[in-house]
């Protein structure tokens, strides 16, 4: 599950930094930090990426920006549901809880 994890977390930093190579302008700091408020797993995610599509409609071609937008909440969302689906399987495994088989 580790891999699993793992992979998933590269697949987030791919997402961003695809997100993050579009020409932001003078709204790149803004952009950079929204982007690192939702892989934080800040509970500022839904702001931010109201931030992140409200700056993407200001880009000339707005379907590629919209895409990759998708893509980093698509990683990020499915990172997150892979977290917890490992938490709550070691929280119910009977090794973690001391019953040996």
């Not at 891999?3 to 932001?24: G, I, T």
């Not at 990426?49 to 969302?77: F, W």
Request: charge should be neutral; charged fraction near 25%.
């Amino acid at each position: 599950m580790s891999d699993d994890l793992s992979h998933l977390d590269a697949e987030c930093q791919r997402a961003a930094a695809d997100f993050l190579s579009l020409d932001w302008g003078y709204a790149k700091p803004r952009v950079c930090t929204a982007v690192d408020d939702m892989l934080a797993d800040s509970r500022l995610f839904n702001s931010a990426m109201a931030y992140l599509l409200k700056e993407s409609t200001k880009l000339p071609v707005q379907a590629e920006p919209a895409r990759r937008l998708n893509d980093l909440v698509s990683a990020i969302s499915t990172l997150r549901t892979r977290r917890r689906q490992v938490e709550a399987y070691s929280s119910h495994s009977p090794a973690r809880q001391g019953v040996t088989a």
